[in-house]
């Protein structure tokens, strides 16, 4: 693995049913976000975590969990997804959140709620 | 509220130079990022700024104005691999990042 790994590379889902996007960063980053893209807005983040055991809301945490383990995963579950959740889903990593550290992206998730 | 405001789409032609703008209001301030990304995959880092003035980084310079709100990305003699769409990203005081919604450049030959 170098860098982040996101799976499953894109997924169509049915309304209601539950849902998991992975995450792996190899670099020993602490912290991890994970962030939407939707056409026409600025990516918008869900949820971050500054270090393993910790986490935290972003701007749009609704319908969304996640959970940090250990260093290099940090999964976010939808628990019961609905149509506007459908997007692209990115997950970031850096050094540190506590400073201006360059984010790095994974290669995204394209998720369909039908 | 916040807010980071560029252009939604710009054309330019290869050999050129093109000037992609950025103006931000946010609860403060710990940086602008630009980053890019091509159609279908992730952003890529490639500047950044803290304090005013010019950054450059070979064909890629990156500017700031604290004051003003205000940042510019300028690409020179633009090729047909510039074709991608840029954002500009300002690190609040939270230390998290307020995104803009991009810019789409297209290169024509």
């Known amino acids: 693995i170098a860098g982040i790994t996101q799976a499953p590379t894109s997924q169509i889902l049915a309304a209601g049913r539950r849902m998991t996007l992975r995450c792996t960063q190899d670099m020993r980053h602490n912290a991890m976000y994970w962030y939407r893209q939707d056409l026409g807005l600025g990516l918008r983040l869900i949820h971050y975590?500054?270090?393993?055991?910790?986490?935290g809301k972003g701007e749009v945490p609704d319908g969304y969990s996640v959970s940090r383990a250990n260093t290099d995963d940090f999964p976010l579950t939808l628990a019961s997804a609905v149509p506007s959740q459908t997007s692209v889903y990115f997950c970031a990593s850096s050094y540190s959140d506590t400073s201006t550290d360059t984010q790095y992206f994974g290669p995204g998730t394209r998720l369909t709620v039908l | 509220g916040q807010n980071i405001d560029q252009p939604t789409e710009m054309t330019a032609t290869e050999g050129a130079i093109v000037q992609i703008n950025c103006t931000y209001q946010?609860?403060?301030?710990?940086?602008l990022f630009w980053y890019q990304q091509h159609a279908g995959e992730a952003p890529t880092f490639l500047s950044y700024n803290v304090l005013d003035g010019l950054e450059e980084k070979g064909r890629f310079s990156s500017f700031l104005s604290r004051s003003k709100g205000y940042s510019y990305l300028l690409l020179k003699e633009l090729q047909m691999k510039d074709s991608a769409s840029y954002l500009c990203a300002v690190m609040d005081s939270n230390y998290q990042l307020i995104w803009g919604a991009g810019t789409k450049l297209i290169i024509k030959p």
């Open positions: 946010t609860s403060g301030f710990n940086g």
């Open positions: 975590s500054n270090t393993a055991g910790t986490t």
